[in-house]
């Protein structure tokens, strides 16, 4: 079996929680147990001296941070642990956005094949944009590849229309075991629907793209429970909001979810899930696909990114214009008149869930697209190279390649 050594790089890991971190750890420990070296380099989530050490299998490096400006941790030590550990490895992998790093590579020399995940647009930032887009675009044209996990990434990303060729579609994806129904997660499941009844879930961090204000005044025309998992800037003036509509009765603020039994529990015992964001900072919603998996309807909204393409509308999903209150409420009361039609949803989502966002497709898309750069790269150095039966299988993706010049209009 070949063994590859691959360096990625994100802003934070574990235990930081986010969309992005989350795809880098579940992609980092998925090629550690198909036998792959791998290390990450990421930023302290605090002001901390830098350290590393092994985290299932996977050596992670974290250098320390003055503070975080933009969303980008400042990290003066970074160009140079960069530059170390790229002469280390066989391939980088970046998740972008992130600045600091895409700036690094840019100044580096380059010893391997790097290909970055276009994980989202900067939308928020706006003031940072025209120092930002100039340099980003001359980082995807000299990377190798540019991995999205959705078509809709190509359509609308900054710039990656004119690089749709360099482009791979990789659906992300996650662990069904996570959503296992133990029994432990079955007695939190009677629980929670003996204390809630039939219930809206909602689990990200309480931040202002995610639109809860919405899906909160939606409430006020269900005659149901609201379930929010989570932590974030929002939560008070959200709470304060939900006191004044006299809502504290059906509208319930979990925190942190930090019980993976529990985690699991509140998907199973719900009776849809919502993801209400209003921009396009939200660009996948890992929270689909974990409905999915747990067989879930999901109510979301027809934003220019990834989130309207990772369902089937109609099928696995029912699809509102953002911000658009009397619709969402629509939306939610019709999967609750018509459980049946929720349930066939929700099977449906399982089924697209098993065809295209299992881990091992994730895991095994990667190991595919580094096998071939890494194999390309070696061949144009002159190094001896592994047979073809010696090139990693994890588990082979049936998944067809995607053509996006037919598929990007």
Partial sequence: MAKFKILQIGKFYFPYRGGIESVTQSLSEGLSRAGIDVTVLCSMEKRWASHAKDIEGVHVVKVPQLGVIASQPLTPTWPDMY?????????????????????????????????????????????????????????????????????????????????????????????????????AVNVMIKELQNQYGPYVFFLGRLVSY?????????????????????????????????AQHKMNHKIHFLGRVENPDLFS???????????????????????????????????????????PVVGEPGRTNLIVPPCNVELLSDAINYLFK?????????????????????????????????????HKSRQEKGIETPSDAEIIDFKKSTQAPVDFKKKVA
């Fill in 338 to 374: 018509n459980p049946i039609e929720a349930k066939r949803m929700g099977a449906m989502g399982r089924q697209r869930f098993d065809n295209m966002y299992s881990l091992d497709k994730m895991i095994q898309g990667h190991i595919d697209l580094y096998s071939e750069l890494i």
């Fill in 83 to 183: 530059r170390d550990l790229a002469q280390e490895t066989d391939l980088i992998h970046i998740h972008s956005p992130n600045p600091l790093a895409e700036l690094s590579f840019l100044m580096a020399p380059k010893h391997c094949p790097v290909v970055v995940t276009y994980h989202a647009d900067v939308i928020r930032q706006k003031w940072l944009l025209p120092f930002y887009h100039p340099m980003q675009k001359m980082f995807l044209r000299a990377v190798d590849r540019i991995i999205v996990p959705t078509i809709n990434h190509v359509r609308y990303g900054n710039g990656l229309k004119d690089l749709q060729e360099k482009c791979t579609l990789i659906p992300f994806g996650m662990d069904p075991q996570s959503l296992a129904k133990t029994p």
């Fill in 210 to 242: 995610k639109g809860l204000e919405f899906l909160i005044q939606a409430m006020r025309d269900v005659d149901q429970n609201l379930v929010i998992a989570g932590e974030g800037s929002e939560r008070a003036s959200l709470e304060a909001l939900v």
């Fill in 265 to 307: 529990a509140l998907y199973h015992a719900s009776h849809m899930v919502v993801l209400p964001s209003i921009t396009p900072a939200e660009n996948f919603g890992m929270i689909q696909i974990e409905a999915m998996c747990a067989g879930k309807p999901v109510i979301t909204t027809d934003l220019k990114s990834g989130v």
